[in-house]
């Protein structure tokens, strides 16, 4: 079936770095979400991507749906300790009600 | 009360036992899922309702028996489960059953089962 590699696995970084992952597919998909999940939690939707090349912020957070519809990057500048969680790429190729996961980045922010 | 909420978020059951999972929808939405989430693992699909109506179902063991009411509250109905259905059980709803629509998600029931 079709997967998304999600990449770093994981991440370890200081306070006030910038944070920066990304989602590949071997299928070209038509939306990209970007969703956080905090432990214990269900998985909270970040930022949405509907258009090849579309660069949206929210906050500190910034996706860019990729220029070949086969990727999609996450940055997050200046990070802070509320920052830690796992973060999900996933994305739809539109032709059925499925969203395809990535396995998700694990990120520890250091004070 | 707003979102997506589920209940309970904590269960133990032994392998004889029948125990139902909940989810409930404040969002005005027409379409709920059911996921699985095991660690290691990506989010795996079990069942997608599109008003009431169940359309699409991935493959999963009739020991799960998802139930919809109505748009707002989806059931998960477990009975004569294994060790390896332990996982987090996630609710989500969008507004429509389309692959591209945004879903918004509960906080879980966690399900260990003995």
């Known amino acids: 079936g079709q997967q998304l590699n999600q990449s770093p696995q994981s991440m370890f970084i200081q306070e006030g770095e910038d944070v920066s992952m990304n989602c590949t597919s071997s299928s070209i998909f038509n939306t990209w979400l970007w969703y956080k999940q905090d432990p214990g939690e269900g998985p909270v939707l970040l930022i949405a991507?509907?258009?090849a090349g579309e660069l949206t912020s929210n906050g500190r957070l910034t996706a860019q749906f990729g220029i070949t519809r086969k990727d999609s990057f996450l940055n997050i500048s200046a990070s802070i300790p509320s920052d830690v969680g796992i973060y999900f790429c996933a994305g739809s190729t539109g032709n059925n009600r499925k969203l395809i996961w990535g396995l998700g980045t694990s990120l520890a922010v250091n004070p | 009360e707003t979102g997506v909420t589920q209940t309970p978020r904590h269960l133990v059951m032994g392998m004889t036992n029948k125990k139902s999972l909940k989810c409930e929808q404040h969002?005005?939405?027409?379409?709920m899922y059911w996921y699985k989430q095991s660690a290691k693992k990506p989010l795996e699909l079990m069942f997608v309702?599109?008003?009431?109506?169940?359309?699409e179902n991935n493959s999963v063991p009739s020991r799960f028996s998802p139930e919809c009411p109505n748009s707002s509250h989806l059931f998960l109905h477990l009975h004569t489960l294994q060790p390896e259905d332990s996982a987090l059980y996630l609710c989500a709803s969008s507004q429509e059953a389309g692959g591209g629509e945004t879903q918004y998600f509960g906080p879980g029931t966690r399900l260990l089962v003995l």
């Open positions: 309702y599109s008003l009431e109506e169940r359309v």
């Open positions: 969002l005005g939405h027409n379409a």
């Open positions: 991507l509907y258009k």
